[in-house]
């Protein structure tokens, strides 16, 4: 079971992708905007975000930019919703860092697809690592923290 959030300011098709991926097993969520997206992400982060990519007020893609740049959601899986037709908003999608995107209307059986694929991928992947610490492995600067049994008082 993941934690899912979708971003969609259509409440309709909100409802219908949350009812899908619940009925498939999964804890889902929404919200209607991208500023209550970014609000809720500070509490909690789910193991993917379903965002729509053209919303009023902030878009998906400037959200999904956010979301990139940022420290602690640079690695967030996101699979963007879009209801535009042509090869060049998908392009702009995956350029913006989405990892998969679905056209609206959606088929509910390509929607599980699309989500348990991404899903399946990140198995056995720490959950998260803060950017820091990905550049210190990397770098091979990195250094195990401490066990309490190791700590010399």
Known sequence: MAHILI????????????DTLIGAGHACGWVTSGEEALELLKWRR????????????????????QLRTSDKLYDLPVIMFTALNGSEDEEQAIYAGAQDYIRKPFDPK??????????????????????????????????EPESAEKRVV
């Open 7 to 18: 971003v969609d300011d259509d409440e309709i098709v909100a409802e219908l992708a949350a």
């Open 110 to 143: 390509f929607l599980l697809l699309s989500v348990n694929q991404l899903l399946k991928k990140r198995e056995g992947r720490d959950k998260h690592l803060n950017l820091l610490d990905v550049m210190e492995r990397q770098s091979g600067m990195w250094r």
């Open 46 to 65: 789910p193991d993917l975000l379903l965002l729509d990519q053209d919303m009023p007020g902030m878009s998906g893609s400037a959200m999904l930019r």
